[in-house]
């Protein structure tokens, strides 16, 4: 989808600029985590909704997740670090397009409390999404 893209996009490009570039995982694609670091994302979509009696509106609202990856043992500062600087990719004050169609967050990005599992520290990075459409 164009929301899927928007968000496909933007964090793409965020990752490839980081140092070195941080390896992003998607959905129902074969990815092999490095030793280091690494990032898998999530769109988790709502129900689309219709907002006009015509039936030609689409509503399209959701949730985006970043969880980030770190070595276990190794402290939480980097994974806090990544997470702090997503806040500028995805930001309420600046919507993501693809084809024509503005993706809003409608919150900013916020931390969840990082966990270990299998030998990684994964922390959460997750927005609120919106995006509207006239379709005829």
């Given amino acids: 989808t164009r929301v899927r893209k928007a968000f496909e ?3 793409n490009t965020w990752a490839a600029a980081r140092t070195p570039a941080l ?6 694609v074969p990815f092999t ?6 990032a898998r994302a999530h769109l988790m979509p709502a129900p689309t909704t219709n907002e006009m009696l015509s039936g030609k509106h ?3 609202e959701g949730i ?3 969880s980030l ?3 276990e043992g ?4 980097e994974a806090r670090t990544l997470a702090d600087s997503l806040d500028t990719v995805f930001s309420p004050s600046s919507p993501l397009t693809n084809g024509g169609l503005k993706v809003y967050l409608t919150q ?3 931390q969840t409390q990082g966990i270990n599992e299998d030998g990684w520290y994964r922390l959460h990075a997750s927005a609120a999404y919106q995006a509207d459409e006239v379709v005829s």
Wanted: no cysteine; aromatic share 12%.
């Fill in 33 to 38: 985590p490095t030793a280091s670091r690494h």
């Fill in 23 to 28: 390896p992003v995982a998607w959905a129902n």
């Fill in 9 to 11: 996009v933007a964090l």
């Fill in 74 to 77: 190794s402290g939480d500062a």
């Fill in 64 to 66: 985006f997740q970043v």
């Fill in 58 to 60: 689409r509503r399209y």
């Fill in 69 to 71: 990856y770190v070595p």
């Fill in 108 to 110: 900013p990005v916020s």
